[in-house]
T-cell receptor, first 114, second 113 residues
Framework: ETGVTQTPRHLVMGMTNKKSLKCEQHLGHNAMYWYKQSAKKPLELMFVYSLEERVENNSVPSRFSPECPNSSHLFLHLHTLQPEDSALYLC?????????????FGPGTRLTVT | RKEVEQDPGPFNVPEGATVAFNCTYSNSASQSFFWYRQDCRKEPKLLMSVYSSGNEDGRFTAQLNRASQYISLLIRDSKLSDSATYLCVVNLYSGAGSYQLTFGKGTKLSVIP
């Protein structure tokens, strides 16, 4: 596979469930990101990892817990979510965390919390 | 004031038309600027970076005015395949070796036959 892949593509979960989103990049990049895209809102950066270390956490509630075991994989663990957390969750990667580099996005996981 | 502001549209234009999108950003310390394209129910993809001197890629021309904190995208000879949402994106150094991309809400373009 090439580029950035995400699984699952669609997820429906109840508020008491625990689930995880997975992202994998095959580009040899060192930086990975989680974004949230809600209807009628701009993409919101959630977390940034550089060389497997978290360098940015944009005041995201603790019910979202990221994990980056290596530079190719990124997870987002979900626990006791709220209906307003329903959104498209996008993973992205870039060669390094730097201003001029393009970010490559995965296809996203469309999450519905019931 | 919103960090990155765009006219949401929609812009409905006939094939062959020229269309321009504008974007303003609030943080004067922003360092890099981009236009991304997002097709319906797909992920964003980089369309082009934006440089102070202005840059062109085929039918697409991007301009940056740092003094006015304003970015533009011009599409000439619109094609049906140009129909998408165009996202204005600004990159800002946020400290501790970290940069943050800030996205506008996007401008929706529909090119009509």
């Amino acid at each position: 596979e090439t580029g950035v892949t995400q699984t699952p593509r669609h997820l429906v979960m109840g508020m008491t469930n625990k689930k995880s989103l997975k992202c994998e990049q095959h580009l040899g990049h060192n930086a990975m990101y989680w974004y949230k895209q809600s209807a009628k809102k701009p993409l919101e950066l959630m977390f940034v990892y550089s060389l497997e270390e978290r360098v940015e956490n944009n005041s995201v509630p603790s019910r979202f817990s990221p994990e980056c075991p290596n530079s190719s994989h990124l997870f987002l663990h979900l626990h006791t979510l709220q209906p307003e957390d329903s959104a498209l969750y996008l993973c992205a990667s870039s060669p390094v965390v730097a201003s001029s580099y393009e970010q490559y996005f995965g296809p996203g996981t469309r999450l519905t919390v019931t | 004031r919103k960090e990155v502001e765009q006219d949401p549209g929609p812009f409905n234009v006939p094939e062959g038309a020229t269309v321009a999108f504008n974007c303003t950003y609030s943080n004067s310390a922003s360092q890099s600027f981009f236009w991304y394209r997002q097709d319906c129910r797909k992920e964003p993809k980089l369309l082009m970076s934006v440089y102070s001197s202005g840059n062109e890629d085929g039918r697409f021309t991007a301009q940056l005015n740092r003094a006015s904190q304003y970015i533009s995208l011009l599409i000439r000879d619109s094609k049906l395949s140009d129909s998408a949402t165009y996202l204005c994106v600004v990159n800002l150094y946020s400290g501790a070796g970290s940069y943050q991309l800030t996205f506008g809400k996007g401008t929706k373009l529909s090119v009509i036959p």
